[in-house]
């Protein structure tokens, strides 16, 4: 499955015509088809000049990028896998799915970033098993104890003692592309807000984050407009230290409110002072030399944004980087 997904991926010329015959002559040997590309001359009737010369760069790329896997930190992996497939340019057509689908790719070479500090192949490994495409929602074990990570999509004629909702942002919940569809997109998001809240049998957290990181941005986050239209005598909003009273959700503006007084008010740390600015030069052991793109201010202290000359772009927190000016 994996080889059928990739293998035209973006397009190399190889057809699907190809590509049966590559995976006929691997069930007739009992191999993979990528171990039956690797030796397919002899056994290639079915599969013309130009095919073969195109499975073959195939071929080589994998192996080049297996070989990169075991030697290179798991950014520069990730780097090397989008240029030296062509996969940046595929995705970034121009049009704005294309951009869509590129903002995803983004944020997941930002994850990518977190393992950036374990050895090849160990960082890859770590990734792969936290970014896993299957879906366990089919052979859910509903009388299973554990916790179950779970879609609101997923969770439709689920129930549960006890349900957490995440991400009760704007943006998020309601989707961005809800907000620009409008009322009617906005309705739609209404609807699978309702059905998770009445996943919960017994108890329901509904959760929202003061700032997250969107793309690799530190952004302040909006409570989610639904928190709004929560029957009062429903809810118990528990208190935070310095908090203040909590305030009435379904006043027009007061849950965004609380949540801009919590990220504004004074910082209880003593945080450093800002150190880089836009366009300075630094070095780091690891990755070498790069460029500020962007220094921020947060209450955990300085973030910067440094474009490397060789390693892409990375975010750090100043105080958990040994960064060295240069010039």
């Not at 997109?185 to 959760?207: D, K």
């Amino acid at each position: 499955m994996s080889f059928g997904r990739i293998v035209n991926v973006p397009r190399r010329k190889i057809g699907d015509k190809t590509v049966a015959e590559v995976e006929r002559l691997a069930r007739r040997r009992g191999v993979t088809p990528f171990e039956a590309v690797a030796s397919l001359l002899p056994d290639a009737e079915g599969i013309n000049a130009g095919a073969a010369a195109a499975l073959e760069a195939f071929h080589r790329l994998i192996e080049g990028l297996r070989a990169a896997s075991t030697a290179l930190p798991l950014p520069q992996l990730v780097e090397r896998v989008l240029t030296d497939t062509g996969y940046r340019d595929h995705l970034r057509d121009g049009t704005p799915e294309g951009e869509e689908r590129w903002a995803n790719v983004t944020e997941l070479t930002g994850l990518a970033a977190e393992h950036a500090e374990l050895e090849p192949p160990t960082g890859l490994t770590r990734f792969l098993e936290q970014v896993a495409l299957v879906s366990d929602v089919d052979s859910l074990d509903g009388g299973g104890a554990g916790v179950t990570l779970i879609t609101l999509h997923q969770v439709k004629g689920l129930e549960f003692p006890v349900v957490f909702i995440a991400g009760l942002e704007e943006g998020l919940l309601p989707h961005i592309r809800a907000l620009e569809a409008g009322e009617s997109g906005i309705a739609e998001e209404r609807r699978l807000t309702y059905v998770g809240i009445t996943r919960a049998q017994r108890r329901l957290y509904l959760l929202h984050a003061f700032r997250r990181h969107l793309y690799g941005a530190p952004q302040l986050a909006a409570a989610s407009r639904f928190l709004d239209e929560l029957p009062k005598e429903l809810l118990d909003i528990p208190g935070r230290p310095g908090a203040g009273v909590p305030v009435n959700p379904r006043v027009p503006g007061a849950v965004r409110a609380a949540v801009h007084a919590h990220a504004v008010r004074p910082n209880p740390v003593e945080v450093a002072p800002q150190r880089f600015r836009d366009g300075m030069r630094v070095g780091h052991a690891r990755y070498g030399q790069g460029t500020i793109l962007k220094s921020t201010m947060t209450r955990g202290g300085e973030e910067v944004v440094i474009r490397f000359d060789t390693s892409g772009v990375k975010i750090f927190a100043v105080a958990d980087a040994a960064l060295e000016m240069l010039g």
